[in-house]
T-cell receptor
Framework: NAGVMQNPRHLVRRRGQEARLRCSPM?????VYWYRQLPEEGLKFMVY????????ESGMPKERFSAEFPKEGPSILRIQQVVRGDSAAYFC???????????FGDGTRLSIL | QKEVEQNSGPLSVPEGAIASLNCTYS??????FFWYRQYSGKSPELIMSIYSNGDKEDGRFTAQLNKASQYVSLLIRDSQPSDSATYLC?????????????FGAGTRLAVHP
């Protein structure tokens, strides 16, 4: 499967713990986007990264959230000290160039106890 | 006003009927519009893109764009139960040097036999 791969598919954390969500883009894609989807809502843009660079993080909460896309390995979305309101589906997408269509992974469903 | 507005539904249509999904947007400068289909618990899947006024047909799907009215729609002919999903309207907004994908909250479509 050469599509966008996200793991884990489901993640359960207790309040105060850290959550790490991983995304491997499609082969050859160097542009990665993270979105959050709350129940019954559309996808909200969080951050756009290229290899080793954050291009646009205007949709990321200022505290507790961070993202990286290292030279080697997957992109990571990290949420520190999780709270109940962080419960959502987090989708990653990748594209060949910034203006080509974005292809989505199957998402990570994060549940906070 | 939300940047992309959709009726949340559910829109219920009988099998074989035409389903009509509507979307309005606020950014007059937007040039690119997309319809994504999202099955429950799955990733969004791009089904149509449209860039110029008028109709664009692809199989049972027709996208319609009216830039003067800031309105884009998706028609699904001969609706099937397998078309039951949430349909997300999106447009690209040029921001920060690249085109950012902005989603509506989605319309749930239910096709009943």
């Amino acid at each position: 499967n050469a599509g966008v791969m996200q793991n884990p598919r489901h993640l359960v954390r207790r309040r105060g713990q850290e959550a790490r969500l991983r995304c491997s883009p499609m082969k050859g894609h160097s542009h990665v986007y993270w979105y959050r989807q709350l129940p019954e809502e559309g996808l909200k843009f969080m951050v756009y990264l290229q290899k080793e660079n954050i291009i646009d993080e205007s949709g990321m909460p200022k505290e507790r959230f961070s993202a990286e896309f290292p030279k080697e390995g997957p992109s990571i979305l990290r949420i520190q000290q999780v709270v109940r309101g962080d419960s959502a589906a987090y989708f990653c997408a990748s594209s060949l160039t910034p203006n080509q269509p974005q292809h989505f992974g199957d998402g990570t469903r994060l549940s906070i106890l | 006003q939300k940047e992309v507005e959709q009726n949340s539904g559910p829109l219920s249509v009988p099998e074989g009927a035409i389903a009509s999904l509507n979307c309005t947007y606020s950014d007059r400068g937007s040039q690119s519009f997309f319809w994504y289909r999202q099955y429950s618990g799955k990733s969004p899947e791009l089904i149509m893109s449209i860039y110029s006024n008028g109709d664009k047909e692809d199989g049972r799907f027709t996208a319609q764009l009216n830039k003067a009215s800031q309105y884009v729609s998706l028609l699904i002919r001969d609706s099937q139960p397998s078309d039951s999903a949430t349909y997300l309207c999106a447009h690209k907004r040029f921001s920060g040097g690249y085109n950012k994908l902005i989603f509506g909250a989605g319309t749930r479509l239910a096709v009943h036999p």
